[in-house]
């Protein structure tokens, strides 16, 4: 049984910083690329970070660029997004996939075409 779960959500003020935790299981995870999406509140969902498998590349939405670092440990089969300088709009359900191209996009949007496994979602609320 495959699964994803993530962990490190909350509530943050703004400009605090919030590390994500993607535990995955079932499959091999160096054979996937692995994705942050995130869903606000009456928003459709949207690709923010991404991580490929070997030598690994990474990708982030403009929006989170410079303030968001994502990174993973196969021998853990753990995933991370590190976030740092939290905005309120910010605030969403975070969550983790397993992308089966294995790949990231170099520029543009990330979309979840590919992606095979979903994590439950971890809340972050950034507010003062």
């Known amino acids: 049984q495959v699964q994803l779960v993530e962990s490190g959500g909350g509530l943050v003020q703004p400009g605090g910083s919030l590390r994500l935790s993607c535990v995955v299981s079932?499959?091999?995870?160096?054979?996937?690329?692995v994705g942050w999406f995130r869903q606000a509140p009456g928003q459709e969902r949207e690709g923010i970070s991404c991580?490929?498998?070997?030598?690994?590349?990474?990708y982030y939405r403009e929006s989170v660029k410079g303030r968001f670092a994502i990174s993973r440990d196969n021998a853990g089969n753990t995933v991370y997004l590190q976030m740092n300088s939290l905005k309120p709009e910010d605030t969403a359900v975070y969550y983790c996939?397993?992308?089966?191209?294995?790949?990231?996009?170099?520029?543009?949007?990330?979309?979840?075409?590919?992606?095979?496994?979903w994590g439950q979602g971890a809340r972050v609320t950034v507010s003062s």
């Open positions: 079932g499959i091999t995870l160096d054979a996937y690329a």
């Open positions: 991580i490929s498998t070997r030598n690994p590349k990474t």
């Open positions: 996939a397993a992308d089966s191209t294995g790949t990231c996009p170099s520029g543009g949007g990330y979309y979840s075409h590919f992606i095979k496994f």
